[in-house]
T-cell receptor, first 108, second 115 residues
Framework: RKEVEQDPGPFNVPEGATVAFNCTYS??????FFWYRQDCRKEPKLLMS???SGNEDGRFTAQLNRASQYISLLIRDSKLSDSATYLC?????????FGDGTTLTVKP | EPEVTQTPSHQVTQMGQEVILRCVPI?????FYWYRQILGQKVEFLVS????????KSEIFDDQFSVERPDGSNFTLKIRSTKLEDSAMYFC?????????????FGEGSRLTVL
């Protein structure tokens, strides 16, 4: 089983759509969780941290369920500029493990 | 805003040659990392470094690879004898905390092409 597993994608959605990405992790001792965004041939950049209480940043909402070892990212009112690959990242003892990424394409 | 810087941005080399990729982490960060991303594939952990020694390394990080922090600012990745399959984007990253709770800051990457 992969340490971090994401929806395979790709997701192709129209502008304005709501899209949700899911991620599961295998190590119950994992300590912290993040969503990163990666544009084509660029470095990953932090989108948001993920907390058990859920957190929201504008159109983006992230949720963590430790019992199910599950992380989600919801994007509302998708914009063309949201087109990218979204990476689920799980940290344990200083090491960050990346999921394969889910590619989102938002179309006009 | 402080950032991680990497050089070169792109290096082309012949198989069997040695390559050194350089990184300057954010100045107050203590934990340093190298990741690799083969074109079209996932970001893979290579090695973590703290207090002038390797904390953890992956299976990819074999005897052909080494890391060094030769001075107070640079953090280098050396590949002793490059293979075709070493062609990838290499990302350096740093964080303030090594306890697994902090965000990773990435450099823009060094693209290595082995011919």
């Amino acid at each position: 089983r992969k340490e971090v597993e994401q929806d395979p994608g790709p997701f192709n959605v129209p502008e304005g759509a709501t899209v949700a990405f899911n991620c599961t992790y295998s190590n119950s001792a994992s300590q912290s969780f993040f969503w990163y965004r990666q544009d084509c041939r660029k470095e990953p950049k932090l989108l948001m941290s993920v907390y058990s209480s859920g957190n929201e940043d504008g159109r983006f909402t992230a949720q963590l369920n430790r019992a199910s070892q599950y992380i989600s990212l919801l994007i509302r009112d998708s914009k063309l500029s949201d087109s990218a690959t979204y990476l689920c990242v799980v940290n344990k003892a200083g090491k960050s493990t990346f999921g394969d990424g889910t590619t989102l394409t938002v179309k006009p | 805003e402080p950032e991680v810087t990497q050089t070169p941005s792109h290096q082309v080399t012949q198989m069997g040659q040695e390559v050194i990729l350089r990184c300057v982490p954010i100045s107050n960060h203590l934990y340093f990392y190298w990741y690799r991303q083969i074109l079209g594939q996932k970001v893979e952990f290579l090695v973590s470094f703290y207090n002038n020694e390797i904390s953890e390394k992956s299976e990819i990080f074999d005897d052909q690879f080494s890391v060094e922090r030769p001075d107070g600012s640079n953090f280098t990745l050396k590949i002793r004898s490059t293979k075709l399959e070493d062609s990838a984007m290499y990302f350096c990253a740093s964080r303030t905390r090594g306890d697994g709770t902090g965000e990773l800051f990435f450099g823009e990457g060094s693209r290595l092409t082995v011919l």
